[in-house]
């Protein structure tokens, strides 16, 4: 009966003990058995500090030294003939002009540099979905992917080059923005590798010099 009784109570404290404050809101700090690191001595942004003579937790950059993480290049920002990129050619990071409207000349200079930079590009970030030649052919259609837009469609052929940059830049439908992969001017180097892939694919006899002709036994 002793043990009996003794086991009793013990289960009664402790299901009290587990259970019986559930829900409870404490207002007194809990009890800390083991308080790890919880407290600890620091300095604390502005606050005072006897320890330096300027009597400051902050402490000034060490001359000569480059805090890392920062990529603001202060002295060339703050200088007076600092000029903002954006705002020397916005239509490069906007597509847009003036007005607003999808722009359709390159902000650009087209080149053979800008090209070759687009098919590098092309190859590497779109080919998977859009193909080799623009067909939409890609390999994720292998994969289950059946949407992909062919570049070979009137539409986008007549598109503003604007309009496309934007779709590079945000993404459209099933297709991701690619303004964190490329750069503006690497978007518009694919951009000129897209229309080139438009064009091969949607040339005329006409487009062929005259001279060339006869090498393709026209
Ligand atoms: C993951 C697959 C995928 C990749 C990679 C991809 N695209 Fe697309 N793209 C799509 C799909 C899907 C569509 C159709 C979107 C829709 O109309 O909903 C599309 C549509 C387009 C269109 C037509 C937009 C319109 O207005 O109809 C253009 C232009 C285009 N992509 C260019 C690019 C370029 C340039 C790249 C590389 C920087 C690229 N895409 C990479 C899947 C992809």
């Given at each position: 009966m002793r043990?009996?009784?003794?086991?009793?109570?013990?289960?009664?404290?402790?299901?009290v003990a587990i259970l019986g404050f559930r829900g409870t809101k404490f207002t007194k700090p809990p009890l800390y058995i083991f308080p790890d690191m919880d407290w600890q001595q620091k300095y604390k942004p502005q606050g005072e500090n006897h320890f330096f003579n300027d009597e400051r937790d902050d402490?000034?950059?060490?001359?000569g030294t480059i805090p890392r993480g920062y990529s603001w290049e202060?002295?060339?920002?703050?200088?007076?003939?600092?000029?903002?990129?954006?705002?020397?050619?916005?239509?490069?990071?906007?597509g847009k002009d003036e007005k607003g409207d999808w722009i359709k000349?390159?902000?650009?200079?087209?080149?053979?540099?800008?090209?070759?930079?687009?098919?590098?590009?092309?190859?590497?970030?779109?080919?998977?979905?859009?193909g080799a030649s623009g067909d939409g052919n890609g390999i994720t259609r292998e994969y289950?992917?059946?949407a992909t837009a062919s570049y070979h469609v009137?539409?986008?052929?007549?598109?503003?080059?604007?309009?496309?940059?934007n779709t590079v830049t945000d993404g459209k439908g099933q297709m991701n923005s690619y303004a964190d992969k490329l750069s503006p001017y690497e978007r518009w180097a694919v951009i000129a590798y897209v229309r080139a892939l438009q064009r091969a694919q949607h040339a005329s006899i006409e487009n062929v010099p005259q001279a060339h002709r006869a090498a393709l036994g026209l």
């Open positions: 043990y009996f009784l003794g086991i009793f109570v013990f289960i009664c404290v402790a299901i402490r000034p950059v060490v001359a202060m002295k060339k920002v703050f200088s007076k003939d600092y000029e903002y990129a954006l705002a020397l050619n916005p239509s490069l990071y906007t000349e390159f902000p650009v200079e087209v080149n053979h540099d800008l090209m070759a930079l687009g098919q590098k590009k092309f190859t590497c970030f779109c080919m998977v979905c859009h289950g992917m059946i009137d539409r986008l052929r007549e598109m503003a080059i604007g309009e496309i940059f």
